[in-house]
C-alpha cells in the first residue's frame, strides 16, 4: 500500500508541472480569447519586424540563467510563430542554450555540481564521461530527471561537447514539436488540435518515465561516495585533474 502510495506521488509531482503550465495557457484563452490569439499576438510583434524570431531565440539561448522552464516558453513560441517556425527556433534556442550551459559548466569545474548533487555527483559523473549521448538523451526525455542539471554534471565531469548537446536537442525534437503545436491550436482557437497536442505531450512524458526509468533507477541507487574534500579538489586542479571522490 505504501509502495502505491510513493507511485502516486511520483506521479503527480512529475505531471504537476505540465498540468499547471498547459492549465494556465488554457485559462488565458477562455478569459481572454483576444489576447491569446495569434493574428493579435502577431500585431504586437510588428514593432521588431524580422527580428522577432532572433530575439525568440536569443531568449532562449539564456533560459538556462532565467530558470525558467522551457515549455512553456516553447508554448508561447507555437502562439506567436506557429508550430514549424517554433519548432526549428526552440530547437535552435535549444542548441544553444546547451551550448552555453556545457561550457560555463567546464569553466566553473566539478565544485558547484558536487555542492548541488551531493554524494550522488560521483555516479552522475561516472554515468556522464562513459554514456555522454545517452545520459543527455534519456535526461531529456525522462522528466524524472533534470536535464539542466544533468548537463551540467557531464560538462564538469569531462563529457564530450558534440554527443552530449546532441543528446539533448535530439532528445527534445518531439516534446518541442508537440509543445508548439499545442501552443498553435491554442492561439488558433482549434480545440481539436489543441486537445490531441496536450494527449501527445502526456503520451510523451509518459514514455520518458517508461524508457528512462532503468537510467534514473541507477542513479538514484548508486551507493554514496564521499566527496573530494576543498584540499584535494585545488591540489588535483593544479595537475590537471580534479577528483570526483576522495581516495
Not at 53 to 66: C, E, N, S
Not at 130 to 151: E, G, K, V, Y
Amino acid at each position: 500500500m505504501a509502495s502505491g502510495g510513493s507511485a502516486v506521488k511520483t506521479w503527480l509531482r512529475i505531471l504537476a508541472p505540465m498540468v499547471v503550465s498547459i492549465g494556465g495557457l488554457v485559462m488565458l484563452r477562455l478569459l481572454g480569447p483576444d489576447f491569446i490569439d495569434q493574428r493579435t499576438i502577431r500585431e504586437l510583434l510588428l514593432p521588431l519586424g524580422d527580428y522577432a524570431p532572433v530575439a525568440y531565440v536569443g531568449f532562449l539561448a539564456i533560459r538556462p540563467l532565467t530558470l525558467l522552464p522551457g515549455q512553456v516558453l516553447t508554448a508561447v513560441g507555437g502562439m506567436m510563430f506557429g508550430t514549424l517556425a517554433a519548432t526549428l527556433y526552440s530547437l535552435t534556442g535549444s542548441f544553444l542554450s546547451a551550448t552555453l550551459l556545457y561550457f560555463l559548466a567546464r569553466k566553473l569545474g566539478t565544485r558547484p555540481m558536487q555542492r548541488l548533487a551531493g554524494r550522488k555527483y560521483p555516479a552522475l559523473a561516472k554515468a556522464a564521461r562513459r554514456h555522454d549521448f545517452q545520459f543527455t538523451f534519456l535526461a531529456c526525455i525522462n522528466p524524472l530527471c533534470p536535464t539542466d542539471i544533468m548537463l551540467a554534471a557531464g560538462a564538469a565531469s569531462g563529457a564530450r561537447f558534440w554527443p552530449s548537446v546532441a543528446g539533448v536537442v535530439l532528445g527534445t525534437i518531439p516534446g518541442t514539436f508537440l509543445t508548439a503545436q499545442f501552443g498553435s491550436g491554442l492561439a488558433q482557437g482549434r480545440t481539436v488540435m489543441t486537445a490531441v497536442s496536450a494527449a501527445g505531450m502526456i503520451i510523451s512524458l509518459v514514455l520518458g518515465v517508461v524508457f528512462g526509468r532503468r537510467f534514473y533507477k541507477e542513479i538514484n541507487e548508486a551507493p554514496e561516495e564521499p566527496l573530494a574534500t576543498e584540499p584535494e579538489i585545488s591540489n588535483a586542479a593544479a595537475g590537471g585533474k580534479v577528483p570526483l571522490t576522495t581516495p
